[in-house]
């Protein structure tokens, strides 16, 4: 039988960041009883970059950002470059910038404006109850006594690695990037090639063998780092590396932060019961770029209605529209990520012809309006068939050219777009 000294919810979010928090909001707004657990000691590694539809789509205020961000450079293993400016692409673009820090902790607030109540503290587990209901267990604050409430649904959205997923879904064999990156108190504008309105992105072996680095201005702080999947590599020392090259290595360190990043969707984010995933627990970044802020709000976006849903019909068996609903609209474009990520990053040779074919105007103007609108560009039947062409002799090349570039001596700047791993 439930407990009625325990508290009792509609809804039990695990984890504040832009999933759960703004799961909380929505769901709060919706007239739900909500509690919001977030552990309230994590930062995420990220890149903190967050596209125009993102700002408008979740009512983004101006000074919620960082900066704004109006081009991004691709740094090739031989230390070319290829700038890419957004309004040239997409007028009136532009990229913004958030630091997690500050970003996470905001939304949440939001959520406790919407009526959720927020706590921090530490999930432990959860069982099932006699009415069929869930009761949650957690660590109040960061190591204080347990506590324990009773909910209608349980939505983890407590990252990559998920506590909640663990204790309720089979494992499944999930492939990750470890993100590391280092937050610099960014230096005046014109010292080096430092350019506090530019992303750079660095596709090179040695500073990441399977993924890239990045130096994200954040306006008053920069973010500098790499990513890689494989074990055992010197992320530390490959961003030590990237601050050296970029003149930033004698900028004051504000903090430094890793975790791992996952780049596939899980099969499954719900247990057919009352248990849902959403964002990084749900497997939502994106392969080859790691974006993984707005796909995480959108699955929130989906996963909250599916929840509402549920619980107005009675029927949990409607959690399972939340996977639906965003493979369909999203599905595709992974995909299309996955075996991006797999042909151009498997070495120098292949990243510097991909870093060349980022000079295609074409290119640049699909990869704008796709990522600014968060869509595969439709009815451009001529600039796509000339990337096909062109993605072909490429890949071919590459292929068929086999051997790694040699590095030269001193690369041109490095930096990256960033998040994670």
């Not at 007239?31 to 993102?54: E, M, Q």
């Not at 992320?235 to 932060?257: I, Q």
């Not at 549920?310 to 369909?328: H, Q, S, Y």
């Amino acid at each position: 039988m439930t407990d009625m000294t325990a508290e009792s919810f509609d809804v039990v979010v695990i984890g504040g960041g832009p999933a759960g928090a703004t799961a909380a909001a929505d769901l709060a707004m919706e007239g739900r009883r909500v509690l919001l657990i977030d552990r309230g000691d994590r930062i995420k590694p990220c890149g903190g970059a967050i596209p125009p539809r993102l700002i408008r789509d979740f009512a983004i205020p101006e000074e919620v950002l960082c900066t704004r961000i109006g081009a991004a450079r691709a740094v090739a293993p031989s230390g070319r470059s290829v700038v890419m400016a957004v309004q040239d692409s997409a007028p009136g673009a532009y990229v913004g910038m958030v630091d997690r820090a500050f970003f996470d902790p905001w939304l949440r607030d939001r959520a406790r404006r919407a009526g959720a109540l927020v706590r921090t503290g530490r999930f432990t587990g959860f069982e099932r109850i006699e009415d069929g209901r869930l009761r949650v267990t957690y660590r109040d604050g960061r190591s204080g006594p347990e506590r324990q409430v009773d909910t209608a649904l349980l939505i983890g959205a407590d990252g990559a690695r998920s506590e909640v997923a663990r204790q309720t879904l089979p494992r499944e064999k999930s492939r990750y990037v470890f993100a590391y990156h280092e937050i610099v108190r960014s230096p005046q504008a014109g010292r080096g090639d430092f350019a506090p309105d530019c992303c750079d992105v660095v596709y090179r072996g040695d500073v990441s063998p399977d993924f890239y680095g990045w130096v994200f201005p954040h306006g008053d702080t920069t973010s500098i780092g790499a990513g890689s999947a494989h074990k055992g590599f010197g992320l530390r020392s490959s961003v030590a590396r990237l601050r050296a090259e970029s003149g930033l290595d004698c900028c004051e360190t504000v903090r430094r932060e890793g975790a791992p990043i996952p780049l596939r969707p899980l099969r499954r984010w719900d247990d057919g019961r009352n248990v849902l995933l959403v964002g990084d627990a749900a497997g939502v970044v994106a392969p080859a770029s790691g974006e993984g802020i707005y796909y995480a709000m959108l699955c929130r976006r989906m996963g909250a209605h599916a929840a509402a849903t549920a619980l107005a019909t009675g029927d949990m068996r409607e959690l399972a529209g939340a996977r639906r609903a965003f493979m369909a609209e999203h599905g595709k474009v992974f995909r299309i990520l996955g075996i991006m990520q797999a042909v151009w990053y498997r070495n120098d040779w292949l990243r510097e012809r991909f870093v060349s074919l980022c000079r295609d105007r074409d290119v640049q103007r699909l990869t704008w309006i796709a990522y600014c609108e968060k869509q595969l560009v439709r009815a451009q039947h001529t600039a796509h068939a000339r990337l096909l062409v062109k993605n072909a002799a490429n890949v071919v090349a590459g292929w068929l050219g086999g051997g790694a570039l040699r590095r030269p001596a001193m690369m041109a700047k490095p930096a990256g777009e960033g998040e994670h791993r």
